[in-house]
């Protein structure tokens, strides 16, 4: 990997979704689904980056660090337990939006401060134009001129119900938009549906239903 200042992944997937989990107020959101929304996100930055990969009959991975923490420590623990399924990976609890948050800060593309009453920390979003642009798209509508990040963010954003910021609605998501994510869309179909799966199955414990 060739070294920057920037790690690719400051402004990768992970770090994008987590944008769209902040509050008006700069609080990450409470959401049970956003750890698994941000943990695709991270899985994403590396299937993004070459580090993860699927062939015919199996997932390999490149050790090399990408420069984020987070996505760093998810890579180095896939690589001591390569037998995990994705499905554990996401629901991977050590590793949630506040691990990608802190990144983000070290990385100087958000900045932080404690609240001024109660406990917690707050998030000031330096990357508000992409922020915005994320939440305008269609995951219905054809992914013209979107690179394969924007339509992971997109993907993952709109299957968690992160792009209706009112009423936190899931919508559906368009074959070309996971498509639209290349070498990626493997991975990227395995969130979506790992994600969509999570959604039924908490909505049926609401209503005290079996999910099944």
């Known amino acids: 990997m060739t070294e920057a200042s920037t790690p690719a992944t400051a402004d990768g997937v992970a770090v994008r979704i987590a944008a769209l989990c ?10 049970l689904v956003c750890g698994p929304a941000v943990r695709g996100g991270l899985l994403l930055d590396l299937a993004l980056a070459g580090r993860v ?3 015919d009959d199996s997932i390999v991975i490149d050790p090399t660090p990408v420069g984020l923490d987070p996505a760093d420590r998810l890579l180095a623990a896939i690589g001591v337990e390569p037998e995990r ?3 554990g990976w ?3 609890q050590r590793l949630g939006p506040r691990d990608v948050a802190d990144a983000a800060v070290a990385t100087g593309r958000w900045t932080s401060r404690r609240a001024v009453v109660g406990f917690g920390r707050r998030y000031i979003d330096g990357a508000f134009d992409q922020t915005s642009a994320d939440l305008q798209r269609d995951p219905a509508g054809p992914p013209l001129g979107w690179t394969p990040a924007d339509a992971a963010v997109t993907a993952i954003a709109a299957t968690a119900g992160l792009l209706d910021r009112d009423m936190g609605y899931a919508m559906e998501v368009a074959p070309e938009v996971i498509a639209a994510t290349g070498s990626a869309a493997w991975l990227c179909t395995a ?3 790992h994600l969509q799966l999570l959604i039924r199955q908490w909505a049926a414990e609401a209503a005290g239903l079996s999910p099944f």
């Open 22 to 31: 902040l509050g008006p107020l700069g609080k990450l959101s409470d959401r």
């Open 53 to 55: 990969e699927q062939t």
């Open 85 to 87: 399924s994705l499905d």
């Open 90 to 92: 996401l629901d991977e």
């Open 191 to 193: 969130a979506v549906e």
